[in-house]
């Protein structure tokens, strides 16, 4: 057994290192730049990233988002992430000293069949606020948008 051990140590290593990475930043923003949800609504659009720091390719505001009425009959409005068939989804990061989105309660990443989702509600869909995005795939993100053009047509479909 214990000469089959670095077999299996490192098997298990090759196993776990393959993931494929993608970042997106959601970008939801007011009039005012409020970050304590004020009257105007904000709008949110998505910037997809093949690394975290990156600048990234905009989207066109407003593309993939859509509302909808919550559990407690809430209005939330849910953009989607673009993370097909990603086995994790995670929030790396949010703008500290935020006043009016609280994760678990006025912001979420929602999984549906296949697809992911961010979320908001209430005083959170007038506030100013970025989300930076993480998604593993067990594929390379290309083999299912080829470009952002399929990316686009993707999520015009969908709303």
């Known amino acids: 057994m214990s000469q089959h051990l670095p077999l299996l140590l490192s098997t298990f290593l090759i196993v776990t290192v ?7 930043e959601l970008k939801c923003s007011t009039p005012s ?6 009257g105007d609504e904000a709008t ?3 910037v997809l990233k093949n690394e975290e720091l ?8 407003g593309t993939g988002c859509f509302k909808e009425e919550g559990p407690k009959g809430e ?10 068939k990603s086995h994790t989804v995670f929030i790396a990061h949010v703008d500290q000293g935020h006043r009016a989105c609280f994760n678990f309660y006025t912001y979420q990443i929602e999984k549906r069949e296949d697809e992911w989702f961010l979320w908001r509600s209430g005083k959170c869909l007038n506030s100013t606020i970025n989300y930076r ?4 795939h067990d594929v390379p993100f290309d083999t299912q948008f080829k470009n952002d053009n399929e990316i686009l047509d993707h999520l015009r479909r969908r709303v």
């Open 44 to 46: 949110c659009h998505l």
């Open 18 to 24: 393959y993931s494929y990475h993608q970042y997106r």
């Open 54 to 61: 990156e600048d990234g390719r905009d989207l066109p505001i």
């Open 133 to 136: 995005i993480g998604c593993k």
């Open 33 to 38: 730049g409020s970050i304590r949800g004020g």
């Open 75 to 84: 209005e939330r409005e849910y953009c989607d992430l673009v993370c097909p």
